[in-house]
């Protein structure tokens, strides 16, 4: 052993080092832990198989083409509230887009009707 090996900035450098090892393996041992509490909605819109041409239909015309753009919501000529652009918002926004996707090949190949309409 060497005077060298005790310094203060090899101490320093190490108890730095082990402290940013620590830090990263609690990190991943809490992001590993978390729950997605949207995932069983998730699964549901996943797992929906679209089967009638009227429910395809009216997935087609509910869910928009594009995400939305932020309103506002007046009453009176007074803004009660401003909505932000939803697709932000909205955690189930690409379980939304898959669902409308599926709706349209639904109509598009099993049902043969031309889906321009929607697009």
């Given amino acids: 052993m060497s005077v060298k090996d005790y ?12 402290n940013i090892q620590h830090k990263s393996s609690k990190a991943c041992f809490l992001s590993r832990k978390a729950i997605d509490l949207l995932k069983p909605i998730r699964n549901w819109l996943n ?10 239909h009216r997935i087609c015309a509910a869910i928009p083409t594009q995400c939305p753009f932020a309103r506002e ?11 932000p652009p939803l697709c932000k918002l909205n955690p189930l926004y690409d379980e939304i887009v898959a ?14 009707e031309d889906v321009s309409s929607y697009c």
């Avoid at 797992?47 to 395809?56: E, L």
């Fill in 7 to 18: 310094t203060p900035s090899s101490i320093v450098s190490s108890s730095w080092v082990n």
């Fill in 73 to 83: 919501v007046k009453l009176f000529g007074h803004t009660i509230f401003k909505i």
């Fill in 99 to 112: 669902l409308r996707f599926r709706a349209l090949c639904y109509l598009a190949d099993e049902c043969g």
């Fill in 47 to 56: 797992n929906i198989t679209i089967k009638n041409p009227a429910i395809a």
